[in-house]
């Protein structure tokens, strides 16, 4: 079954300090990968996504995102978090043959400590 | 602000009312789709128009009708609603799935 887990539903990181989301999925074809980031009252606003090629992807906010086909993975990160990333942040798997599907995981929130 | 827009905010209702819920995207997207998400999980796909005049099943479509009224609204039906229906819906839109989605700041829908 198609399928993306978050792990953790909470983490909590004090500011200042590097950050790390887990994302894994189990999905059938070849996978187009996606970090949004809800803030507070917010829509979701797109971080990053991944199609093909270099497995280190780069987005907005100074997050980047690593594809691991091997470990079926797509986790984010940050290398020092502001007050300003607290928010819920999500993972999404689909594909061209998904007919625009896109499999969601849980959400993550992340809770800055000051 | 371009984006998508979302009406109402809040809404209760009674079981066995029925709602629309309104959408409206000006960024000149083909796609749209409807999602709820619950506690616990992923957002799912109610029902989505990969273009203007098409509408097509989701993952969890019963109890659900959608009109794609034009290229810029996408509205969701609930015909007589049930507490099951009690979630939090959102709205997106896209050019392509190559380009991600862009959401509304969802509807909290309670039936009681």
């Known amino acids: 079954a198609q399928s993306v887990t978050q792990p953790d539903i909470h983490i909590t990181v004090s500011e200042g300090a590097s950050l790390e989301l887990r994302c894994n999925y189990s999905?059938?074809?070849?996978?187009?990968l996606f970090w949004y980031v809800q803030s507070p009252g917010q829509g979701l606003q797109l971080l990053l996504k991944y199609f093909s090629g270099d497995t280190l992807v780069q987005g907005i906010k100074g997050f980047e995102a690593e594809f691991k086909r091997s470990q079926s993975s797509f986790n984010l990160r940050k290398p020092s978090v502001h007050w300003s990333d607290a928010a819920e942040y999500f993972c999404?798997?689909?594909?061209?043959?998904?007919?625009?599907?896109?499999?969601w995981g849980a959400g993550t929130k992340l809770i800055i400590k000051p | 602000n371009a984006g998508v827009t979302q009406t109402p905010k809040f809404q209760v209702l009674k079981t066995g009312q029925s709602m629309t819920l309104q959408c409206a995207q000006d960024?000149?997207?083909?796609?749209m789709y409807w999602y709820r998400q619950d506690p616990g999980m992923g957002r799912r796909l109610i029902y989505y128009?990969?273009?203007?005049?098409?509408?097509d099943k989701g993952e969890v479509p019963n109890g659900y009708n959608v009109s794609r009224l034009n290229k810029r609204e996408f509205s969701l039906r609930l015909e007589s609603a049930a507490p099951s229906q009690t979630s939090v819906y959102f709205c997106a839109s896209s050019a392509t799935v190559n380009y991600g989605y862009t959401f509304g700041s969802g509807t909290r829908l309670t039936v009681v």
């Open positions: 999404a798997v689909g594909s061209m043959d998904s007919n625009y599907q896109l499999i």
């Open positions: 960024m000149n997207h083909n796609s």
């Open positions: 128009s990969a273009s203007e005049g098409t509408t």
């Open positions: 999905y059938g074809a070849t996978p187009y």
